[in-house]
């Protein structure tokens, strides 16, 4: 069965210290993964994809996400954290057994970045 | 260009109530989905479309009802509410995946639902 998981459902961070926000798959063929953020009270918001080609995806706000097939990883980084990168951080990977492009979600980690 | 809107926003029923929620696309996405978000339980599937016309079940559809009577509009009706529908709700539309499967799916705001 195809599945996401998010490991930590709390990650706290120094503003300026790297962060990483971790993920692992499990499908059957070649993964299509995503990452989305949602802040308080919003709707989620597109940060990145792998499809193919390179490991390292860059994306949106200075994030960028790590492929690693042998580990099924594909864990979520950003160089040096911010505050205004608190929010909750969910790991998607398409649903590619079944019609419809569904995404399997992740149950989610809160990332608090503290000043 | 709106992208995906919802309404309403937040709305409070009673058990046995029923309501519908609209969702809207203005980007000619072919493909619309529902979800409900749940603490601790992440996003899950409750209906979707591949196209004007078309639906079909996700992994928890029970208790909903949906059609797509027009390309960009999806609707999402509960015609018997219950207390296990509190939940945030989530609609969003992608591209016509073809053989690629790479397109990301847009997410509207939400809509707060109550059921007392």
């Known amino acids: 069965a195809q599945s996401v998981a998010q490991p930590e459902d709390q990650v706290n961070v120094a503003e300026g210290n790297p962060l990483t926000v971790k993920c692992t798959y499990s499908?059957?063929?070649?993964?299509?993964l995503f990452w989305y953020v949602q802040y308080p009270n919003r709707g989620l918001q597109f940060l990145l994809k792998?499809?193919?080609?390179?490991?390292l995806v860059k994306g949106s706000y200075g994030f960028e996400a790590e492929f690693n097939k042998s580990q099924t990883s594909f864990h979520l980084k950003k160089p040096s954290a911010l505050v205004s990168d608190s929010a909750l951080y969910f790991c998607?990977?398409?649903?590619?057994?079944?019609?419809?492009?569904?995404?399997?979600f992740g149950q989610g980690t809160e990332l608090s970045v503290k000043p | 260009n709106a992208g995906v809107t919802q309404t309403p926003k937040f709305r409070v029923l009673k058990t046995g109530q029923s309501m519908t929620l609209l969702c809207a696309q203005d980007?000619?996405?072919?493909?619309m989905y529902w979800y409900r978000q749940d603490p601790g339980m992440g996003l899950r599937l409750i209906h979707y479309?591949?196209?004007?016309?078309?639906?079909a079940k996700g992994e928890v559809p029970d208790g909903y009802n949906v059609s797509r009577l027009k390309k960009q509009n999806f609707l999402l009706g509960l015609e018997s509410a219950a207390p296990s529908q509190t939940s945030v709700y989530f609609c969003?539309?992608?591209?016509?995946?073809?053989?690629?499967?790479?397109?990301?799916?847009?997410f509207g705001p939400g809509t707060r639902l109550t059921v007392t």
């Open positions: 969003a539309s992608s591209y016509d995946l073809g053989l690629a499967g790479g397109y990301e799916q847009y």
């Open positions: 499908v059957s063929g070649n993964p299509y």
């Open positions: 792998y499809i193919t080609g390179d490991n």
């Open positions: 998607a990977v398409r649903d590619i057994e079944n019609q419809g492009g569904k995404l399997i």
């Open positions: 980007m000619n996405h072919e493909y």
């Open positions: 479309s591949v196209g004007e016309g078309t639906t």
